[in-house]
Nanobody, 121 residues
Framework: VRLAESGGGLVQTGDSLRLSCAAS??????MGWFRQAPGKEREFVAAITQTGGLTAYSDSVKGRFTISRHGALMYLQMFGLKPEDTAVYYC???????????????????WGQGTQVTVSS
């Protein structure tokens, strides 16, 4: 499975941005977004099942970010961006266990190269 993110950039506080992830070479029934800020560990942002019927969000982005999926494409629509959202955002694919979406990096097998999001104050 190959994953490629796009859509990152430099924005101002309060702006919106949409990230995209294109998957090829296989299918996974769960996909997610993670982010990593300088000097910090990679953290969970959002995840979605293959059908889009179940989603999960971290508390820090709930209500501001929306994850969606359309075929081999996955999106992260970000509203109300804050400086603390500044990070490299990674797309990942994994497997849904049929009960809940996992939020740890260990649960995802394939990763993209990441796209930088910088929010200026």
């Amino acid at each position: 499975v190959r994953l490629a993110e796009s859509g990152g950039g430099l924005v101002q506080t309060g702006d919106s941005l949409r990230l995209s992830c294109a998957a090829s070479g296989g299918a996974a029934n769960a996909m997610g977004w993670f982010r990593q800020a300088p000097g910090k560990e990679r953290e969970f942002v959002a995840a979605i099942t293959q059908t889009g019927g179940l989603t999960a969000y971290s508390d820090s982005v709930k209500g501001r970010f929306t994850i969606s999926r359309h075929g081999a494409l996955m999106y992260l629509q970000m509203f109300g961006l804050k400086p603390e959202d500044t990070a490299v955002y990674y797309c990942a694919s994994g497997w849904y266990n049929g009960i809940y979406l996992k939020t740890t990096t260990e649960a995802y097998d394939y990763w993209g190269q990441g796209t930088q999001v910088t929010v200026s104050s």
